[in-house]
C-alpha cells in the first residue's frame, strides 16, 4: 500500500485529500461521506490532520486507521510537536505502527496560546525535525536514545510542510534543505494560488541535493472574498494574488452564486495548471467534500 503510494509520488501522478477530523468522539460521518461522494476513487490516498489551531478534535492515528481500513488506500497521519514530548512521540509511532499507519506528516504545530482549551501549554521540545529524526531512527531499528527494539518497526514513511512563499526565496529554500536533511520523502506546501510561484519552488527545490525528495503542492480552493482577504492578510507563508481578490470581490458585488462560481473557476484552473506542471498535488478542502469531487472530477 505505501509501496504504491511512494512509487506514484516519485515516478507518477500523485493526489492525496486531506481530512480534518471533527469536535466529536465519532469520526465515521467523514468516512460515510468520503464513501458517498466516491472520492476514494478520485485520490490516491488522504491524510488528517492533528488539532489544528491548536483546537480540540478527534485524534489523527484513530481517523487514519478508520480511513485506511475502509478504503483501502494509504493515509499520511499529521503528527505535532505541540503536544507531545519525544516519549509520547515515540509511543505513538509504535502503536500505529503495528496497526499499519506507517505514513506521518511531521509539524511543529499551531502555538498553544491560540487554543480553545483554557490555559493550555505546549509542549515544543523540538520542532519538526525532531520527529523526523525519530522516524530515521526507529527505520534503523532503534529508539532515540539508541536502544534497538526487540521487534523492528516496519518502515515508516515521512512528509513534512514548508510555506509557499517568502519575501525572500533563499529562507524558503534553507527550509527545504533542513527538511530533506531529515529525511523527509515529501514536503507539501501551503497552498499555491499562481504558477510562477509554483515554479519558484521547483527551481528552489533543483537546486539542494540530495534530489530524491518530492515537492508536493498545497491547494486550497477558494470559494468566498472574505477567505481571500483572511488568507491574504493574517496567513504567513501564502501569497493571494490581488487579482483573485479583485475576481472575487466584483463577483461578490454580484450575489453567491456568481461568488462561488468565480472562485471555483479560478481554483480548478490552477489546479489543472499545476498539475500539468508537477502532478504532485494535496488537496485541502477543510472537509467540503463536494467542492473536492467537483474539482477532481
Known amino acids: ?11 507518477d501522478t500523485y493526489i492525496t485529500l486531506e481530512t480534518t477530523p471533527a469536535h466529536s468522539p465519532l469520526f465515521a460521518p467523514i468516512v460515510e461521506k468520503i464513501a458517498e461522494l466516491g472520492l476514494d476513487k478520485l485520490v490516491d490516498g488522504f491524510t488528517t490532520t492533528d488539532n489544528p489551531l491548536a483546537k480540540l478534535k478527534y485524534n489523527s492515528l484513530f481517523a487514519a486507521k478508520m480511513l485506511q481500513d475502509r478504503f483501502q488506500k494509504p493515509v499520511i ?21 503495528e496497526v499499519d499507519i506507517r505514513a506521518i ?10 487554543s480553545d482549551q483554557p490555559h493550555t501549554k505546549g509542549v515544543f521540545e523540538s520542532d519538526s525535525s525532531l520527529l523526523l529524526d525519530i522516524i530515521s531512527c526507529f527505520n534503523s531499528g532503534i529508539n532515540y536514545a ?12 515521512p512528509f513534512a510542510v514548508i510555506n509557499s512563499y517568502a519575501k525572500n ?19 507539501i506546501t501551503q497552498p499555491i494560488y499562481d504558477i ?4 519558484l519552488l521547483l527551481e ?16 486550497f480552493p477558494i470559494t468566498k472574498l472574505r477567505t481571500a482577504q483572511f488568507l491574504s492578510a493574517h496567513v504567513p507563508g501564502i501569497n493571494v494574488p490581488e487579482s483573485w481578490i479583485e475576481a472575487l470581490r466584483e463577483a461578490n458585488e454580484k450575489g453567491v452564486e456568481e461568488e462561488y462560481r468565480v472562485g ?7 489546479l489543472l495548471e499545476l498539475r500539468a506542471l508537477h502532478p504532485k498535488i494535496h488537496l485541502m478542502t477543510a472537509n467540503q467534500f463536494q467542492l473536492a469531487k467537483d474539482l477532481l472530477s
Open 1 to 11: 500500500m505505501f509501496d504504491k503510494l511512494i512509487d506514484k509520488l516519485k515516478n
Open 264 to 270: 471555483f473557476e479560478l481554483s480548478k484552473n490552477l
Open 146 to 157: 539508541g536502544k534497538p527494539f526487540a521487534h523492528k518497526p516496519r518502515e515508516i514513511y
Open 169 to 187: 526565496p533563499k529562507t524558503l529554500q534553507k527550509k527545504m534543505q533542513k527538511k530533506i536533511k531529515h529525511g523527509a520523502l515529501g514536503i
Open 105 to 114: 506528516l511531521a509539524l511543529t504545530g499551531d502555538p498553544a496560546t491560540i
Open 196 to 199: 510562477e510561484s509554483a515554479k
Open 77 to 97: 497521519a499529521t503528527i505535532s510537536m505541540r503536544d507531545r514530548n519525544k516519549i509520547a512521540l515515540q509511543s505513538d509511532l509504535l502503536g500505529a505502527n
Open 204 to 219: 528552489l527545490k533543483s537546486e539542494l541535493k540530495p534530489n530524491s525528495t518530492e515537492l508536493i503542492f498545497g491547494i
